[in-house]
């Protein structure tokens, strides 16, 4: 039966689509993960043009493509079709086309498909296409590239870019101490908000005196009813080794009110959101610890009136508030994928 997908049907998809490409031998390398986020993406994409056969009771292949504006009208492009190995010469493929073929003209009267194949010309998938009408297109070349790598060939690279709002910050903010940061934190209470991104550098959590303090500070913002938003953020092996540390676990399980602890990888926030990381992770606020070396705070305040606590330029305190929404405005579309979420409700439990 083709209709078009659920929300429900992705995850069972997301396996079929990595099995595929583990057996094509392409040099994808996919996880079920990487799958289901993709297909999320087709899916608030262009849903009205996703489709999905169900064999007894269960998806078995689907078939996708995006919208674009050409000088010839509107194009399918980017298609994704991919039918289960155990479901194959059962013309699922051909029925998948016909539907989406058909939905496509209807709806927005499209006048060409184009997508990416692999393979020999005279074996499978190709040969498939050739019977069907598709042919190979001898003039377009792909071109592909690391992003980093070109970046890096353009003369860009983020630890010595410039940014207007950063120098900004460094000419007219005054160095904090956690002292001066954790008094700031206690005198929070109801309409203030905090975001706050802690980066996870190695001396992350330590259990020393100074920082207790000032993650105890934030405790009693939340406490204080203030809305505290904690983005805890780093390398895999630095968020694994946080599930020991005491200090953590007091930390998360001491969010209370509307607060919430969010623990996301760093690649993540960098693939996903990579100007909007850069702009936090250089600091907004700086400052010596003990041993001498240079601190860099990531604390935003803003009262009850939306005004910046201490950020009192409204075009730094704008700059900085975008970056902010962008990285949150991300995390619930589920574009970044979060590791997980710690809020007064699940605490209750605990």
Same mark, same amino acid.
Not at 130 to 151: P, Q, S, T
Not at 222 to 243: D, H, P, Q, Y
């Given at each position: 039966?083709?209709?078009?997908?659920?929300?429900?049907?992705?995850?069972? #998809?997301?396996?079929?689509?990595?099995?595929?490409?583990?057996?094509?031998?392409?040099?994808?390398?996919?996880?079920?993960?990487?799958?289901?986020?993709? #297909?999320?993406?087709?899916?608030?994409?262009?849903?009205?043009?996703?489709?999905?056969?169900?064999?007894?009771?269960?998806?078995?292949?689907?078939?996708?493509?995006?919208?674009?504006?050409?000088?010839?009208?509107?194009?399918?492009?980017?298609?994704?079709?991919?039918?289960?190995?155990?479901?194959?010469?059962?013309?699922?493929?051909?029925?998948?086309?016909?539907?989406? #073929?058909?939905?496509?003209?209807?709806?927005?009267?499209?006048?060409?498909?184009?997508?990416?194949?692999?393979? /020999?010309?005279?074996?499978?998938?190709?040969?498939?296409?050739?019977?069907?009408?598709?042919?190979?297109?001898?003039?377009?070349?792909?071109?592909? /590239?690391?992003?980093?790598?070109?970046?890096?060939?353009?003369?860009?690279?983020?630890?010595?870019?410039?940014?207007?709002?950063?120098?900004?910050?460094?000419?007219?903010?005054?160095?904090?101490?956690?002292?001066? #940061?954790?008094?700031?934190?206690?005198?929070?209470?109801?309409?203030?908000?905090?975001?706050?991104?802690?980066?996870?550098?190695?001396?992350?959590?330590?259990?020393?005196?100074?920082?207790?303090?000032?993650?105890?500070?934030?405790?009693? /913002?939340?406490?204080?009813?203030?809305?505290?938003?904690?983005?805890?953020?780093?390398?895999?092996?630095?968020?694994?080794?946080?599930?020991?540390?005491?200090?953590?676990?007091?930390?998360?399980?001491?969010?209370?009110?509307?607060?919430?602890? +969010?623990?996301?990888?760093?690649?993540?926030?960098?693939?996903?959101?990579?100007?909007?990381?850069?702009?936090?992770?250089?600091?907004?606020?700086?400052?010596?610890? /003990?041993?001498?070396?240079?601190?860099?705070?990531?604390?935003?305040?803003?009262?009850?009136?939306?005004?910046?606590?201490?950020?009192?330029?409204?075009?730094?305190?704008?700059?900085?508030?975008?970056?902010?929404?962008?990285?949150?405005?991300?995390? +619930?579309?589920?574009?970044?994928?979060?590791?997980?979420?710690?809020?007064?409700?699940?605490?209750?439990?605990?």
């Amino acid at each position: 039966m083709i209709r078009l997908v659920q929300k429900s049907d992705i995850e069972e #998809l997301a396996k079929i689509y990595k099995d595929l490409y583990d057996n094509a031998d392409i040099g994808e390398n996919w996880t079920i993960e990487k799958a289901y986020d993709l #297909l999320m993406y087709w899916y608030e994409k262009q849903k009205d043009l996703f489709f999905v056969d169900i064999e007894d009771n269960i998806p078995v292949g689907a078939i996708v493509s995006g919208i674009k504006a050409w000088f010839d009208g509107l194009r399918l492009v980017d298609t994704e079709i991919f039918v289960s190995d155990k479901c194959q010469k059962k013309h699922i493929g051909k029925s998948l086309m016909l539907a989406h #073929l058909k939905e496509a003209k209807v709806k927005y009267n499209v006048s060409m498909i184009e997508f990416h194949t692999y393979g /020999a010309e005279d074996e499978f998938p190709q040969n498939w296409y050739n019977r069907i009408g598709f042919e190979k297109d001898e003039e377009l070349i792909i071109m592909h /590239a690391d992003v980093d790598n070109v970046l890096n060939k353009l003369g860009y690279s983020p630890q010595y870019e410039k940014c207007e709002i950063h120098e900004k910050i460094s000419n007219n903010t005054l160095n904090y101490s956690y002292k001066d #940061l954790s008094k700031l934190y206690v005198d929070l209470s109801k309409g203030d908000t905090a975001y706050i991104f802690d980066m996870l550098p190695e001396y992350a959590y330590l259990d020393n005196e100074l920082e207790r303090e000032y993650i105890e500070s934030r405790i009693t /913002a939340m406490k204080n009813m203030a809305k505290v938003n904690l983005f805890i953020i780093g390398s895999k092996e630095k968020l694994n080794r946080l599930k020991n540390n005491k200090l953590f676990e007091y930390t998360i399980n001491s969010c209370v009110n509307d607060s919430k602890i +969010y623990i996301i990888r760093e690649e993540e926030i960098k693939q996903k959101c990579m100007y909007e990381f850069f702009q936090l992770a250089q600091g907004l606020y700086y400052g010596e610890r /003990a041993d001498g070396t240079k601190e860099a705070f990531r604390d935003l305040w803003i009262n009850t009136d939306g005004i910046g606590i201490m950020i009192k330029d409204e075009s730094i305190l704008n700059h900085i508030q975008e970056s902010v929404s962008a990285i949150i405005q991300k995390i +619930y579309n589920g574009e970044i994928k979060i590791e997980n979420v710690f809020k007064e409700s699940e605490n209750n439990g605990k």
